[in-house]
T-cell receptor, first 107, second 118 residues
Framework: DAKTTQPPSMDCAEGRAANLPCNHS???????VYWYRQIHSQGPQYIIH???NNETNEMASLIITEDRKSSTLILPHATLRDTAVYYC????????FGAGTTVTVRA | DTAVSQTPKYLVTQMGNDKSIKCEQN?????MYWYKQDSKKFLKIMFS???????INETVPNRFSPKSPDKAHLNLHINSLELGDSAVYFC?????????????????FGPGTRLTVL
């Protein structure tokens, strides 16, 4: 029972920023926003998480709207190795993966 | 050093057999999980153990039984395998269960075990 809505797919040019949107209008106050990705045939990989504030790490930035009903994952300089399914998840201790967004980075 | 490892990587077996998948994590984490990813690629949680105690048990047939001999290991035993059990099974671990206030739940996943039931 995924509580998020993501576009099914998107393309991105190599070297450009990739902005991945996610809607989570029913998020509750203590639920975090998590982003994971799954590169073909591998286990999912944690990218970033946030509660209220915007977050940045070596992989990506997470922008969360003030009302927390949506967020955007930003991959600043997409590479071919970033081609994967990206999952936006909201939850506390139990993570429910939806269908995600299939991101294809093209040369 | 592999953080979360699973064995075997591939498992092909006949219907009705009993099989086990093993998972080990060397991250010192307290919580471990089993997920199933079916042919439609949806990833669903099956079980979670925190310090060897079962904390999540989704609607999974009784034929599936997790066993945690210590907090670094969480094995999955499956009895009377059926065709519908064919899937990729992922083990994961996290530092905490994320169930306490202000704690988050960053999970590290293993490489997966592809189970094929013939």
């Amino acid at each position: 029972d995924a509580k998020t809505t993501q576009p099914p797919s998107m393309d991105c040019a190599e070297g450009r920023a990739a902005n991945l949107p996610c809607n989570h209008s029913t998020i509750s106050g203590n639920e975090y926003v998590y982003w994971y990705r799954q590169i073909h045939s591998q286990g999912p990989q944690y990218i970033i998480h946030g509660l209220k504030n915007n977050e940045t790490n070596e992989m990506a930035s997470l922008i969360i709207t003030e009302d927390r009903k949506s967020s955007t994952l930003i991959l600043p300089h997409a590479t071919l190795r970033d081609t994967a399914v990206y999952y936006c998840i909201v939850g506390d201790y139990k993570l429910s993966f939806g269908a995600g967004t299939t991101v294809t980075v093209r040369a | 050093d592999t953080a979360v490892s699973q064995t075997p990587k591939y498992l092909v077996t006949q219907m009705g057999n009993d099989k086990s998948i093993k998972c080990e994590q060397n991250l010192g984490h307290d919580t471990m999980y089993w997920y199933k990813q079916d042919s439609k690629k949806f990833l669903k949680i099956m079980f979670s153990y925190n310090n060897k105690e079962l904390i999540i048990n989704e609607t999974v047939p009784n034929r599936f039984s997790p066993k945690s001999p210590d907090k670094a290991h969480l094995n999955l035993h499956i009895n009377s395998l059926e065709l519908g059990d064919s899937a990729v099974y992922f083990c994961a671990s996290s530092r905490t269960s994320g169930a306490t206030l202000n704690s988050y739940n960053e999970q590290f996943f293993g490489p997966g075990t592809r189970l094929t039931v013939l």
